[in-house]
């Protein structure tokens, strides 16, 4: 009998043990952002996630002190003429800013018909074979687009002096060095 009392002892302090264990479980389910951005939110954050949460607390903010800015104009506080002349530049600059954004230049009034003229121009082919290219095509330094046959110099009549490009940049490159007339003793 011993041994089944024992048992129960042991099937008692496995259950306590067993409450001790859960008493920190991990949440039930994540809980979706209550604005539907597709993350998890948490209930420390009014189930929201972070970002959503920040931008609440910074909408918050930004009302109070417009709230508390607003209060201070009507009640003619210390600071509430300077605040209106603030707000006057602030406003004036921001429709002067649309305004120059909505206002269209006479260069971007020419710009569509260059662009459509682009557009016209059709695909990219070889300048030799006039094959297609379209995004695999070989810019050369003569100007000219070739596919990959036609690419090197040598497969396509080149007007472009390689030579001379080679002796200007390591001249460029690699500055006159002149021997002193004398040797140092």
Known sequence: ?????????????KSEMEQNET???????????VNNCGFFGTAATMNMCS???????????QAKLAASSI????????????????VTVITEAHTTLS??????TESSSSNPANEKN????GPKRCATCRKRVGLTGFGCRCGNMFCAVHRYSDKHECPFDYRSAGQE?????????????????
């Not at 008493?23 to 952002?33: F, K, T």
């Not at 305004?99 to 269209?104: C, G, H, N, Y």
């Open 23 to 33: 008493g920190c479980q991990a949440p039930q389910a994540p809980i979706l952002c």
């Open 51 to 61: 970002k959503c949460y920040k931008d609440l607390v910074l909408k918050q903010e």
């Open 118 to 121: 682009e557009e016209v121009k």
């Open 169 to 185: 940049a390591i001249a460029k490159a690699n500055p006159i060095v002149k021997a002193e007339k004398l040797d140092k003793i």
């Open 1 to 13: 009998m011993r041994s089944s009392g024992g048992c129960k002892a042991s099937k008692t302090e």
């Open 71 to 86: 209060q201070n104009i009507v009640n003619g506080g210390p600071d509430a003429g300077g605040e209106d002349l603030d």
């Open 99 to 104: 305004e120059i954004l909505a206002v269209p």
